[in-house]
């Protein structure tokens, strides 16, 4: 039995190693190369991003002939593509959802983006002097953007970025639900991100995260401008205006569209009921809301209610050059991977964050304890837990105490 399972394990290794491939620029070329397969060829794929749910529905039906045409022919068409377009982003993502998708190698550790992908996630070292000044006079030049650039250490963290990336390919927007209340997940996830970021901006005496989109703030300036510093995405001055309209190769958002969307998601709210193209009302759940607000395939009607938070990922990344005229690179927020880096994400899903503020205000309190009849409580384990919430519960009676 121990033999056997040594076998296994030994299997299991070199494997592993060979999945590496996928990732690894390798000094000689693969025997399947990508094209081979009838693939569309990389140079013919638009600029990539996942919040355009048809690139990211035509990625992941390429990830799934990928993984069904074997594991051998997966990593070493994989690994093709990889020597092809060692810095690109859709060539990561590719590999990661494919393997994922793969029986064989759905369960085996992938290294993390900041391996593979090194230019995205950092700044790059090589900065003029002239760089540095156009920088300082048009990212920082008003006191709000420079009080900003301070917190540009924690945004700019290489793990915040990789929680926010794997968890948007776990949980994709082009393929069906993966769990029951992924939409309740999506909205905590992030407002996990939120309150976070809003205690370092405690720390420095700043103020709370202040919404930005249509009806709040959207009409003005964006008065935070953001450089990051990397290669294949450009800056964004301060002030700069949203526009009218954003071509994105693949789709046209119209920014007063997406106020009308903001307007039916809160009137669906208030009346407790969302709409399905057939005309059925569907109760509303924060799961039903956070999809149709994500506009990922659980979407109650994404015709009606539009693609609310994924459009404005596109809007602010396209900011520079909205209809593609100048052929300039996109912002950071146009990328799973780096929109965590800029300051407009948080001022952006402060905004996503009001719709479920708005459908928590409808709810009743729960009485489901009114009929329980609670006589004590007992201490069954776990010691140091145990003492542990005591602890705590002694510094909230005394924090209480100093409030009241």
């Known amino acids: ?78 690994s093709d593509l990889k020597n092809r377009h060692p810095g690109s982003f859709y060539a990561d993502y590719l590999a990661r959802i494919a393997l994922f998708k793969c029986p064989k190698t759905k369960f085996f550790p992938l290294p993390p983006a900041h391996q593979t992908l090194e230019k995205i996630m950092f700044a790059r070292e090589n900065y003029s002097l002239r760089s540095i000044i156009f920088r300082q006079r048009y990212y920082t030049y008003t006191e709000h953007s420079f009080r900003e650039n301070q917190l540009d250490w924690w945004r700019e963290d290489p793990g915040l970025s990789e929680h926010h990336y794997n968890w948007h390919l776990y ?5 069906e639900l993966r769990m029951p209340r992924q939409g309740e997940l ?44 990397l290669e294949g995405y450009s800056s964004r001055c301060a002030n700069m205006s949203i526009p009218n309209s954003t071509n994105t190769g693949s789709r046209h958002i119209v920014s007063s569209d997406m106020g009308v969307n903001k307007d039916r998601l809160l009137t669906g709210i208030a009346q407790g009921y969302l709409d399905k193209p057939s005309g059925e009302r569907v109760p509303l759940t924060m799961t039903d809301l956070s999809c149709t607000v994500e506009a990922n395939n659980g979407s109650v009607n994404r015709s009606f209610y539009g693609n609310i938070h994924n459009d404005g990922h596109e809007v602010f990344g396209c900011i520079n050059d909205p209809n593609g005229r100048c052929n300039i690179n996109p912002g950071p927020m146009s990328n799973i991977l780096t929109a965590a880096k800029d300051p407009v994400f948080y001022r952006w ?56």
């Open 1 to 78: 039995m121990s033999e056997c399972c040594n076998v296994q394990q030994e299997a299991d290794v070199d494997l592993a190693k060979y999945v590496l491939k996928a990732f690894l620029k390798n000094k000689y070329p693969a025997p399947i190369p990508f094209s081979n397969l009838g693939f569309q060829p990389l140079e013919d794929v638009p600029r990539f991003t996942v919040f355009d749910k048809n690139q990211a529905r035509r990625a992941h039906e390429t990830a799934e002939k990928l993984a069904e045409a074997g594991c051998e022919t997966l990593i070493t068409a994989l």
């Open 171 to 175: 949980y994709p927007i082009s393929e």
């Open 186 to 229: 999506f909205a905590y996830m992030h407002q996990q991100m939120l309150a976070r970021y809003n205690c370092e901006r405690l720390a420095l005496e700043l103020s709370p995260v202040v919404p930005y989109g249509p009806g709040m703030g959207w009409e003005a300036p964006l008065r935070e401008g953001y450089d990051p510093n």
């Open 349 to 404: 899903h402060k905004f996503i964050d009001s719709f479920y503020e708005s459908y928590r205000k409808t709810l009743t309190s729960y009485t489901g304890w009114a009929k329980k009849n609670v006589t004590g409580v007992a201490r069954c384990g776990f010691g140091c837990a145990w003492s542990f919430l005591v602890e705590l519960w002694d510094v909230i009676g005394m924090c209480d105490a100093v409030l009241h």
